[in-house]
């Protein structure tokens, strides 16, 4: 019998790719059992969706599994209500040896008057694993575009502050 579980490694040795190639894209309509007591829609209901979208992201450029290594700082610029629509865009910014990191941008759009307010964006970095957990190789990211460029040259300067500060 055929194994329901998703793989962990690719078949084929992981390529290199450009950050289009991996992007992901969510949205999710937010109902009541998102909303907090104030009745706008709970912190940690974005945080989730901010992670798997960045998840998504990373797996598609490991191809393997990866595991969130951390969170940059995360500012809520505005508060996102039941009803409104809230759409991920995760790209992957920088690639180290094994690590990634992912930029997400949130916004939350009102699906009926189409009026778009941007909530937060936030840096997340990921490990690409082995089935023990050990970290292993990421292929390289193609860069493209100017945008391409800038997003991996300050992805690689956040990466040194954030390993300065891990000392
Ligand atoms: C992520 C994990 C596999 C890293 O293991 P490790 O033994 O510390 O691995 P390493 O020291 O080789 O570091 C792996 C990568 O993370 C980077 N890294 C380590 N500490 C870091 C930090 N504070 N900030 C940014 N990157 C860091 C390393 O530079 C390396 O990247 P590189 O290969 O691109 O240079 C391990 O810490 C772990 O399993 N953590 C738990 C993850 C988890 O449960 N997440 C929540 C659920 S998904």
């Known amino acids: 019998m055929q194994s329901k579980r998703p793989s962990l490694r690719a078949q084929t040795p ?3 790719k450009t950050p289009n ?3 992901s894209r969510l949205s999710q309509l937010m109902m009541p059992e998102h909303a907090n007591m104030l009745g706008t829609v709970h912190g940690g209901v974005l945080m989730k ?5 960045a998840a998504i992201c990373a797996m598609r450029h490991a191809q393997s599994t990866c595991v969130t290594l951390g969170v940059d700082s995360m500012t809520f610029r505005s508060a996102v209500n039941v009803g409104q629509v809230v759409q991920l865009d995760a790209r992957v910014t920088f690639v180290g040896r094994t690590s990634m990191e992912i930029g997400v941008h949130v916004v939350a759009e009102d699906p009926i008057q189409g009026a778009v307010t941007h909530t937060n964006s936030a840096f997340l970095v990921f490990v690409a694993v082995d089935p023990d957990g050990a970290p292993v190789e990421v292929p390289p990211l193609i ?3 100017e945008e391409d460029k800038a997003y991996f040259a300050e992805g690689a300067a956040r990466q040194l502050a954030r390993k300065k500060r891990q000392q």
């Open 49 to 53: 969706l901010v992670d798997e979208a």
């Open 14 to 16: 992981p390529h290199a």
């Open 143 to 145: 860069l493209e575009s």
């Open 21 to 23: 190639q991996t992007r």
